[in-house]
């Protein structure tokens, strides 16, 4: 049987669980692009992180987030 | 913070939003706007959007957006949201803001504190709006004229 790949929402679920498990202090400022294996890439440019992103050939749709400066999101 | 879902046209985005409930209306950033959306902000009217933290008169676009919220991997809600869209790139909120108006009209919205053992940290709480009361059997409490 054929595997199916998780709809972007479940592998938004799996995404958020992992992003909870970080500390994204040193992000701050800055796009990040993530999944639930990590940190595909980031960049101070959303367009720059997604050209990175589709350059990458990931096949999981990533979650895009801007980490704010001067807090931490738990 | 809220995840979400954005759709326009043919693009997706997910991403974090925060809600709130002292913003009139919801906002969206600019890159998220042109790059995560291709919204074409350029043909779109500007009008004057909310008082910036400076206090300087934000210049906003308004765009219907279909937003999503996904919760555990399911897609539990969607509609289509107004989002005004600061043009300014120097005048761009910190993060995508849920305001009030039109989202507080479908969600009663609790902000609840003692989930954690961090003191600082709360969780919103979202219900569906059900019940909502009849607008024509507000009464408006009297003045209180304080001598």
């Given at each position: 049987m054929?595997?199916?790949k998780p ?10 669980a992992?992003?909870a ?8 400022g ?5 999944t639930p ?5 980031r960049?101070i440019s ?10 990458s050939?990931?096949?999981q ?14 | 913070?809220?995840?979400?879902v ?8 997910y ?10 209306y ?5 890159d998220v706007a042109?790059?995560?959306l ?8 500007v ?11 934000l ?5 219907q957006i279909e ?5 555990n991997?399911?897609?539990?809600w ?11 790139p ?10 009030r108006d039109?989202?507080?009209?479908f ?16 969780k919103?709480?979202l219900y569906p ?7 024509n059997r507000?009464?408006?409490?009297p ?5």
């Amino acid at each position: 049987m054929k595997e199916r790949k998780p709809s972007g929402e479940k592998q938004y679920a799996n995404a958020t669980a992992w992003l909870a498990s970080q500390s994204l202090e040193q992000y701050a400022g800055q796009w990040i692009a993530y999944t639930p294996s990590g940190i595909i890439a980031r960049n101070i440019s959303l367009a720059k992180l997604m050209e990175e992103v589709a350059k990458s050939g990931i096949e999981q749709t990533p979650v895009y987030l801007r980490v704010p400066e001067g807090a931490v999101i738990t | 913070m809220l995840n979400v879902v954005f759709q326009y046209n043919e693009k997706r985005f997910y991403s974090i939003a925060m809600i709130d409930s002292g913003a009139d209306y919801s906002l969206l950033r600019l890159d998220v706007a042109k790059e995560g959306l291709g919204i074409p902000i350029e043909e779109l009217e500007v009008m004057d959007g909310p008082l910036g933290i400076s206090g300087k008169q934000l210049k906003v676009v308004e765009v219907q957006i279909e937003m999503g919220i996904v919760r555990n991997g399911i897609l539990v809600w969607k509609d289509w949201l107004p989002f005004r869209v600061p043009i300014d790139p120097e005048s761009q909120p910190a993060q995508i803001l849920i305001g009030r108006d039109p989202f507080f009209y479908f969600f009663r919205i609790d902000f609840r504190m003692g989930f954690t053992k961090d003191e600082e940290l709360g969780k919103f709480i979202l219900y569906p709006e059900e019940k909502r009361r009849q607008p024509n059997r507000y009464i408006k409490p009297p003045s209180v004229d304080i001598k």
